[in-house]
């Protein structure tokens, strides 16, 4: 009994020891984005501003047809528009793109991208709202609107060590206790150290899903698979692709490099942001939070996140209400 509390104390000790390297490691290099609110305002603090470097982004080579293709163009100051001197079609820069047919100023589209990009958390619909000053359904549509023009549809397979581990995402049902998982959604990660994450909302914690997850998002070449001991995930080691197990119940949570912690740390960052930011996350919408958080992590050492999220923006079609919330 002694030996095992030892046994426990020292796992306890280095594990809190490797969360602290790992927080004092991101506070000693801090990456430093092109942008900051000081120079947001300066930069982009009119349509004017935010519609030129638009156009910049959409047509680095001169504005373009959409059409024709034609780079004789006639501006038509009074609209914001362009008129084609070729096949006579008349577009605006936002054609197409999802800033089209919204009455919202430039800027405020600016203001929330950037928030939503610099918040580590991520931002709620109500807070986004309050920030720029719009109603709650405006709000959402926007913070929505973005995400899915961001919805990264990866296809790179991720390689080398791949953590990978489950967990229950949802609110406390009333008159039940914590352990209760009926009114849960379970959502499945796995990150490649040092590397990408994926996470996906699954039916349930079972042998198939899991399998097929981790087909889907690993390379079969993978050198090493590394889960905790559940019994869904037997099997899934092959010729090419080493399995190894993390023992949670006895206290072995850190085995040299065999560990689960870089995926578990998304949980808590998933648990922080869908409690402390969203208050209720509703499990229709988690895929697009999950997609959010996924593309933040990824994302985490870029530091023009925000000039690619416009410029995917300005690309992307547009996406009606309906649309959305059919699809949500
Ligand atoms: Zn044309």
């Known amino acids: 009994m002694e030996k095992m509390l030892n046994q426990f104390r020292v796992a306890h000790f280095v594990r809190r ?9 991101k506070k000693s290099k801090p990456i430093k984005s092109d942008v900051n609110l000081v120079n947001l305002i300066e ?3 009119s349509h004017e501003k935010c519609r030129a470097y638009l156009t910049e982004l959409k047509w680095p080579n001169g504005v373009q047809c959409p059409r024709c293709k034609s780079k004789s163009i006639s501006t038509i100051a009074e609209r914001d528009q362009y008129d084609c001197n070729k096949c006579r079609y008349q577009f605006s820069m936002t054609s197409g793109s999802i800033f089209h047919d919204s009455h919202l100023p430039l800027w405020k589209w600016f203001l929330t ?3 939503m990009i610099e918040s580590n958390k991520g931002i709620s619909a109500n807070q986004a709202g309050r920030t720029i000053q719009v109603s709650y359904k405006t709000a959402w549509y926007l913070c929505h609107r973005v995400r899915a023009a961001m919805r990264e549809v990866s296809a790179d397979l991720l390689q080398g060590i791949v953590e990978v581990d489950e967990t229950h995402v949802g609110g406390r049902y ?25 996470l996906k909302v699954i039916k349930s914690p079972s042998r198939y899903w899991l399998h097929k997850f981790i087909h889907d998002t690993t ?3 993978c050198e090493a698979t590394y889960t905790d001991k559940a019994k869904a995930y037997l099997g899934i080691s092959d010729a090419d692709t080493r399995h190894e197990t993390v023992k949670h119940l006895e206290a072995q949570w850190v085995n040299g490099d065999l560990h689960t912690n870089t995926v578990e740390s998304v949980w808590s960052l998933l648990k922080r942001s869908a409690v402390g930011t969203y208050r ?22 870029n530091k023009f996140l925000f000039r690619g999220t416009l ?11 309906s649309e959305l919330v059919r699809a949500a």
């Not at 499990?283 to 050492?301: G, P, S, V």
Request: hydrophobic share 35%.
């Open 17 to 25: 020891f490797l969360l602290l390297r790992c927080h004092m490691k």
């Open 43 to 45: 930069r982009f603090g």
């Open 113 to 115: 991208i950037y928030l």
């Open 174 to 198: 009333y008159g039940k206790g914590r352990g209760y998982k009926a009114n849960k959604a379970v959502v499945v990660g796995a990150v490649e150290r040092r590397g990408d994450i994926r």
């Open 219 to 221: 390379d079969p070449k």
């Open 280 to 301: 209720k996350i509703s499990i229709k919408h988690l895929d697009a939070y999950l997609d959010d958080l996924e593309r933040r992590f990824n994302n985490r050492r």
């Open 311 to 321: 410029l995917k923006l300005v690309k992307a079609e547009k996406l009606p209400y």
